[in-house]
């Protein structure tokens, strides 16, 4: 199983990114997909996650009305969508996996990707 975070980069404050996390190896459907981020000298945090079915969302309370997750199973991707970002939203975005959850989000994520950096000038 192998997870691939991709579409970071620098942007300004007030901009919009889409991170995307493509998987293989995995019954992509039957798994859920979360996306974490690490910023410098900090824990690693939940930022989002969904199903494998897409038919549950959840968001971190910072996020909740910046952020929009979703995915296609057909080409096996998850999709992240920043909006108004912030200089403290600069972080390592991380996804990964539970391998095991159809309808409903997880605590259990056993599959991590690589990261992609996400850097927000003020």
């Known amino acids: 199983v192998q997870l691939q975070a991709s579409g970071g980069g620098l942007v300004q404050a007030g901009g919009s990114l889409r991170l995307s996390c493509a998987a293989s190896?995995?019954?992509?459907?039957?798994?859920?997909i979360g996306w974490f981020r690490q910023a410098p000298g900090k824990e690693r945090e939940g930022v989002s996650c969904?199903?494998?079915?897409?038919?549950?969302?959840d968001y971190t309370d910072s996020m909740k009305r910046r952020s929009t997750i979703s995915r296609d199973n057909a080409k096996n991707t998850v999709y992240l969508e920043l909006n108004n970002l912030k200089p403290e939203d600069t972080a390592v975005y991380y996804c990964?996996?539970?391998?095991?959850?159809?309808?409903?989000?997880?605590?259990?994520?056993?599959?991590w990707g690589q990261g992609t950096l996400v850097t927000v000038s003020s």
């Open positions: 990964a996996t539970d391998l095991r959850s159809t309808h409903s989000c997880s605590t259990d994520w056993v599959v």
């Open positions: 190896g995995l019954d992509f459907s039957d798994s859920a």
């Open positions: 969904i199903s494998g079915t897409g038919d549950i969302t």
